[in-house]
């Protein structure tokens, strides 16, 4: 979300591995939020779900052409109420090294890789979680734009991938990254402790 910056969130209230708590938190600021929630929950949930930043709250069975409304009344605003959305970085730093988001390029000790889409898109997701577990859910979601079945053996090849031409631009990036076993991967940008520290 704080990449593609949406002006309307749409979300279920009870999801795969959750709630949607999590989800109406980190909706940009200005976005609209639309909760979907079941038709036999209780009113207090409902009202939960609105004291959490829910703009609306529709319950199954959704009726489209009240969906589609909610949709274009939020989408589409009255001239001078739009807000700012927020710019994507044009460039941001992975270990050390300058990752150039438009040009796909790492710029190093030893020179500039070219990076795929893919290794940009996996620098970006790590650096932005850095010290938090990225999930293999959220890693073939927002990568692969698909589910995750248990397989990571795309993950490990792009993880490779990423990983070389960081070598190639000078720095070892193993030793930024931990592979948590079944989990996902967690960046860390560890700042140096000066000898004197205790």
């Not at 309307?8 to 959750?18: I, N």
């Not at 927002?142 to 589910?147: A, D, F, K, P």
């Not at 397989?151 to 991938?161: E, I, P």
């Amino acid at each position: 979300m704080s990449r593609s910056a949406p002006t309307v969130v749409l979300t279920r209230g009870k999801l795969v591995d959750g709630f949607c708590d999590q989800i109406l938190a980190a909706a940009p600021d200005g976005a609209r939020t639309i909760a979907l929630i079941a038709a036999g929950i209780a009113s207090a949930v409902e009202a939960r779900l609105v004291a959490l930043g829910a703009d609306c709250v529709l319950r199954d069975p959704v009726r489209t052409d009240v969906l589609t409304e909610y949709l274009a009344k939020y989408i589409i605003r009255k001239p001078g109420t739009d807000t700012a959305r927020p710019t994507p970085p044009k460039r941001f730093l992975l270990a050390g090294l300058t990752v150039e988001v438009v040009d796909r390029q790492l710029q190093g000790k030893t020179g500039r890789v070219q990076l795929t889409p893919r290794e940009v898109a996996l620098a970006q997701l790590l650096v932005e979680a850095e010290g938090e577990v990225v999930s293999y859910e959220t890693l073939y979601h927002e990568l692969l734009g698909r589910r995750f079945k248990s397989d990571t053996s795309n993950m490990r090849v792009l993880l490779r991938k990423l990983i070389t031409s960081a070598q190639k631009a000078g720095t070892d990036l193993r030793q930024r990254i931990d592979v948590i076993p079944k989990t996902g991967y967690r960046y860390a940008n560890p700042t140096p402790i000066s000898r004197g520290a205790v």
